[in-house]
């Protein structure tokens, strides 16, 4: 069995530029319309914007005084 041989023409770097870039978005909503059908996606994105770090709004009726 011979290693194969992968040619950097500039089709393939924009190819596997586009996939390096679109693959993340394409499993986000994947995700999201997985978990849709399970009730889970105010999970998802709670876990999402913890991630990423945005401040989601505080819940008023959970918020200890």
């Given at each position: 069995m011979t290693n194969r041989v992968f040619k950097r023409t500039p089709i393939n770097i924009i190819k596997n530029l586009l996939y390096t870039l679109f693959t993340p978005v394409f499993i986000y909503?994947?995700?999201?319309?997985?978990?849709?059908?399970?009730?889970?996606?105010?999970?998802?994105?709670?876990?999402?914007?913890?991630?990423?770090?945005?401040?989601?709004?505080?819940?008023?009726?959970?918020?200890?005084?």
């Open positions: 909503i994947a995700a999201y319309f997985l978990l849709q059908f399970t009730g889970l996606e105010a999970k998802m994105q709670e876990m999402i914007a913890i991630g990423s770090g945005i401040n989601l709004p505080l819940d008023v009726e959970n918020v200890s005084r």
